[in-house]
């Protein structure tokens, strides 16, 4: 072999991801490393998160059926964020210094049992949200020191290894470390519920500002992968869908068990499943890959902002999940209100999802307007419908319907609006 095929040898084993776990230099990965995907060890983790965001859900469900909306409302608020919080702090961290090493799957482990005792506590905090008392949100607090733990180790382990970053990764030390402590005070310092609020409001704005900081220091923030990271929320976006399809598998049971296989269980069963598909689909019409491979300062914007697209997905699960209550007959408000509890968080999904490709882009498209307007009018409908005396089955149908006309109008126009954006964007 020739001295160059040899030195391509060389260079082609080297590229080889290593086939042992043994400890290694975690020195940050390359940003435009090509075809870089999901790995199996994060989707191992996101695992955790569909119990987590079921027990959300199922939470919520019990207090909206029962007409208890502030607690219900803001509890669900509170867990979505705290679940969200918990992935987004990973999976950024991740797509940037995930080295496959035997030291970062442990830590890995240890984050997800920290997700799993977070999931534990949501029961105990709805239930003192709903009592009015004291907000009692020790196990979840307790969830979020194992994390908090594992985080920390990761990105002191970044600071010893990558030089050129040690100012961020300590950066991100600082912050996560000073938060933690306050989410600590919380459990130990009994305060009336007000309070509490408004230290958890705090702590949270601490929160959202501490990657900010870190990202925009002198050294030109973490080495994180755009096309990896937007894969990466698709696929949390895929897991929180799961909430609308098991919401609709519990309204359809309960459909069965009052009427036995009929034209209404068709309906729910259709109009649930169309309804996950459609937001599916209006979702991946994003190119955020694309644009934040170009333009990574946005990344802020719409990775933040997608706390509202997990809040809407996961709000449509525990929406479904009332409806089971209502079809059902133990529900404490009228078929009205709890097609409400659908019908607002698809609003809102697609409220977060406009704003979202406006900002990314960075431009106004006047025809993105008609879409919107389209899907509202669809939602106005499915309400307007029930209140005259149609099933809920036919009013979850008629909500299915909103994400469609987003997607009629992307498939026959849109996405040629969509590709004179992107080259605008990308400079051609």
Do not use: C
């Not at 961020?168 to 933690?180: I, R």
């Not at 498209?365 to 009018?377: A, R």
């Not at 307007?384 to 809920?392: I, K």
């Not at 319907?401 to 009629?408: I, K, L, N, R």
Request: charged share 15%; net charge negative; aromatic share 12%.
């Amino acid at each position: 072999m020739s001295e160059s095929g040899t030195q391509g040898a060389h260079v082609e084993a080297s590229a080889r991801p290593p086939l042992d776990h043994r400890m290694r230099r975690m020195v940050g990965r390359d940003p435009d490393e090509p075809h870089r995907t999901a790995t199996p060890l994060e989707l191992l983790f996101d695992l955790t998160f569909v119990v987590a965001f079921s027990q959300a859900g199922a939470q919520t469900a019990h207090l909206l059926e029962i007409g208890h909306w502030g607690p219900a409302i803001g509890g669900f608020a509170f867990a979505v964020f705290a679940i969200w919080w918990a992935w987004i702090n990973y999976s950024w961290l991740a797509s940037a210094y995930d080295n496959d090493d035997i030291f970062f799957r442990v830590a890995t482990m240890v984050e997800m049992l920290g997700v799993l005792v977070l999931a534990l506590g949501l029961p105990t905090l709805f239930h003192s949200l709903d009592e009015g008392e004291h907000v009692d949100n020790g196990v979840v607090v307790a969830g979020y020191v194992v994390m908090r733990v594992a985080t920390i180790a990761l990105w002191l382990r970044a600071a010893k290894h990558d030089p050129a970053r040690r100012r961020t990764a300590l950066t991100y030390v600082l912050f996560v470390s000073v938060t933690q402590v306050g989410w600590i005070v919380v459990i130990f310092v009994n305060l009336p519920v007000a309070p509490t609020i408004g230290f958890t409001l705090l702590l949270i704005a601490m929160e959202l500002v501490g990657p900010y900081v870190a990202e925009h220091g002198r050294e030109g923030g973490t080495p994180w992968h755009a096309h990896h990271i937007a894969e990466r929320y698709g696929l949390l976006v895929i897991i929180t869908l799961g909430e609308i399809i098991l919401g609709t598998i519990l309204a359809i049971s309960a459909v069965i068990d009052e009427q036995d296989w009929s034209v209404e269980a068709v309906l729910v069963a259709f109009g649930g499943t169309a309804l996950a598909f459609g937001l599916w689909w209006v979702y991946f019409t994003m190119p955020s890959g694309k644009v934040l491979a170009r333009y990574r300062p946005r990344g802020f914007v719409w990775g933040y902002l997608h706390y509202f697209i997990f809040f809407a997905l996961a709000g449509t699960g525990a929406g479904l999940h009332v409806a089971a209550y209502e079809i059902e007959g133990v529900a404490h408000i009228g078929i009205v209100q709890a097609l409400l509890t659908v019908v607002v968080p698809v609003g809102i999904f697609m409220v977060a999802l406009f704003t979202i490709y406006s900002l990314l882009l960075r431009q106004f498209d006047p025809f993105h307007i008609w879409l919107f307007i389209g899907s509202v009018v669809v939602l106005v409908l499915a309400v307007a419908a029930v209140a005259a005396g149609a099933t809920f089955g036919v009013g979850i149908l008629i909500t299915a319907a909103s994400p469609f006309v987003v997607v009629v109008g992307y498939e026959t126009v849109g996405h040629r609006h969509q590709a004179a954006a992107l080259e605008r964007a990308l400079g051609g």
